[in-house]
């Protein structure tokens, strides 16, 4: 396991509702490839801060690696109906796009 991914556990063993640590440790996981370890630390931080904007991209592009394509539409929407009352329009952007990917790529 690598340095940083050892470093996020222990502050996550300190401190199990440090939710920049677990999203960052979900980071570490996906470059790693364990995408399915990501998922789970991406839906615990949402279970914990619905408004946490950036897990919802990460999220169902994790699940999209995975081919769960209708639960990563219905992550994105979440995302996309938070981002929109939050006045984010960057991550709304983000997520747009991410469905018109989507569905491009289904048709």
């Known amino acids: 396991m690598n340095h940083r991914v050892q470093t996020l556990t222990a502050f996550l063993a300190d401190d199990p509702t440090d939710l920049f640590s677990r999203y960052a ?8 490839g364990l995408i399915a370890e990501c998922i789970d630390q991406l ?6 801060d ?15 690696a995975q081919s769960r394509i209708e639960e990563a539409l219905i992550i994105f929407q979440r995302g996309l109906d938070k981002a ?6 960057h991550t709304a952007s983000e997520l ?12």
């Open 96 to 107: 747009r796009e991410a469905m018109a990917i989507m569905d491009l790529n289904t048709d």
């Open 25 to 32: 440790l979900a980071m570490e996981y996906r470059k790693a």
């Open 50 to 64: 619905e408004n946490y904007l950036g897990a919802y991209y990460q999220l169902g592009q994790a699940l999209v």
């Open 84 to 89: 929109i009352t939050a006045s984010d329009t």
């Open 43 to 48: 839906y615990v931080v949402l279970q914990h």
